[in-house]
Nanobody
């Protein structure tokens, strides 16, 4: 059974940092492109950062130079280090795993940034 389990969300003051993690179960992790998406109820879902199976990274313009995505294939985990957070980063963050026709989502972890 495939499961993506996010952790690390919470409440933080503007300017602070958080690190999110996503642990994958039930997939050949090293074959999957992994990503973090976020969604605020008032906005469309947004791709935040992605890391390919080969380690290539891409970031949304809004988080470039503040967020860092990484993966540990041995631990079946990706992480998202988020620095200099601001209230616009407030959203539910969801982990995504994609390979070929397979596309899996985690349930999400809430990040709230207070001003």
């Amino acid at each position: 059974q495939v499961e993506l389990v996010e952790s690390g969300g919470g409440l933080v003051q503007a300017g602070g940092s958080l690190t999110l993690s996503c642990l994958a179960h039930g997939i050949n992790f090293h074959l999957y492109d992994m990503a973090w998406f976020r969604q605020d109820p008032l906005k469309a879902p947004e791709m935040v950062a992605k890391i390919s199976s080969g380690g290539y990274t891409q970031y949304a313009e809004a988080v470039k130079d503040r967020f860092i995505i990484s993966r540990d294939n041995a631990a079946f985990t990706i992480s998202l280090q988020m620095n200099n957070l601001n209230p616009n980063d407030t959203a539910e963050y969801r982990c995504n795993a994609r390979a070929s026709l397979n596309n899996f989502w985690g349930r999400g972890t809430q990040v709230t940034v207070s001003s």
